[in-house]
T-cell receptor, first 113, second 111 residues
Framework: GAGVSQSPSNKVTEKGKDVELRCDPI?????LYWYRQSLGQGLEFLIY????????KSGLPSDRFSAERTGGSVSTLTIQRTQQEDSAVYLC???????????FGPGTRLTVL | GENVEQHPSTLSVQEGDSAVIKCTYS??????FPWYKQELGKRPQLIID?????GEKKDQRIAVTLNKTAKHFSLHITETQPEDSAVYFC??????????FGAGTILRVKS
C-alpha cells in the first residue's frame, strides 16, 4: 500500500514569509508525528497527534510553529514569519497506534533565504 | 526530559567485519528503543527495535542488546556489506510516543 507522503518535496521561501507543509499518513494510522532534521543532525521531535486526543506540542521550538490534523488524517505544519534557522528537512511519520513502528515520509526540504 | 547519546559519530569497517554502535539514555521510564537506517537523501527506515521487557533481539545479521540497569543499548551488525553504508540513528521513547533520537552514526563499509 501507499506509504506516508509529504508535499511539497522542496520549498524555498524568503525570510518573513509563512509556509505550510502537508503530510498524508498511511491510511488507518491513528498516530502522526512531525520531526525536523537539520543538515547533518539527528531528528528533533516537534509535535504528535494521537486519535482525538489533544496533541503533544512539547517539541515546537516557538509560537511561530503550529500544526493541525483534520479528520484524523492529513496534517499541516505551518511556520509563520520564517527565519533562516528554520531551514531543515521536515519529516512526518505515522503509526498504527501509539507504541507501534513509526513510518516516515520522504520529508520536505525547507530553505529560508 | 529524555536525552540520548550515540557513539561513535563515524565508523569505518572492512567488508565482512562487524560494526557496533552504542547509545545511552537518561530517562528510566523509556521502554521502546528503535534503530533507524537513513541512506543519503532517503527517509529513515526502521531496521530493528527492542522493548524494555527483552534483553536482546536478533534479525539475520542485525542484533540489538539492551541493558536497562545501565541505561544503554547497542546495535550489532555482523558480516557487513557495502549496502550497509548509511547513517544509523538510535532512539528512545516511553510507550512509543515521541521518539528522542541520538545524533547519528555514519557507517562506511569499505570493500
Amino acid at each position: 500500500g501507499a506509504g506516508v507522503s509529504q508535499s511539497p518535496s522542496n520549498k524555498v521561501t524568503e525570510k518573513g514569509k509563512d509556509v505550510e507543509l502537508r503530510c498524508d499518513p498511511i491510511s488507518g494510522h491513528t498516530a502522526l508525528y512531525w520531526y525536523r532534521q537539520s543538515l547533518g543532525q539527528g531528528l528533533e521531535f516537534l509535535i504528535y497527534f494521537q486519535g482525538n486526543s489533544a496533541p503533544d506540542k512539547s517539541g515546537l521550538p516557538s509560537d511561530r510553529f503550529s500544526a493541525e490534523r483534520t479528520g484524523g488524517s492529513v496534517s499541516t505544519l505551518t511556520i509563520q514569519r520564517t527565519q533562516q534557522e528554520d531551514s531543515a528537512v521536515y519529516l512526518c511519520a505515522s503509526s498504527q497506534a501509539r507504541g507501534n513502528e513509526q513510518f516516515f515520509g520522504p520529508g520536505t526540504r525547507l530553505t529560508v533565504l | 526530559g529524555e536525552n540520548v547519546e550515540q557513539h561513535p559519530s563515524t565508523l569505518s569497517v572492512q567488508e565482512g567485519d562487524s560494526a557496533v554502535i552504542k547509545c545511552t539514555y537518561s530517562d528510566s521510564a523509556s521502554n521502546y528503543f528503535p534503530w533507524y537506517k537513513q541512506e543519503l537523501g532517503k527517509r529513515p527506515q526502521l531496521i530493528i527495535d527492542i522493548r524494555s521487557n527483552v534483553g536482546e533481539k536478533k534479525d539475520q545479521r542485525i542484533a540489538v542488546t539492551l541493558n536497562k540497569t545501565a541505561k544503554h543499548f547497542s546495535l550489532h551488525i555482523t558480516e557487513t556489506q557495502p549496502e550497509d553504508s548509511a547513517v544509523y540513528f538510535c532512539a528512545a521513547s516511553e510507550y512509543g510516543n515521541k521518539l528522542v533520537f541520538g545524533a547519528g552514526t555514519i557507517l562506511r563499509v569499505k570493500s
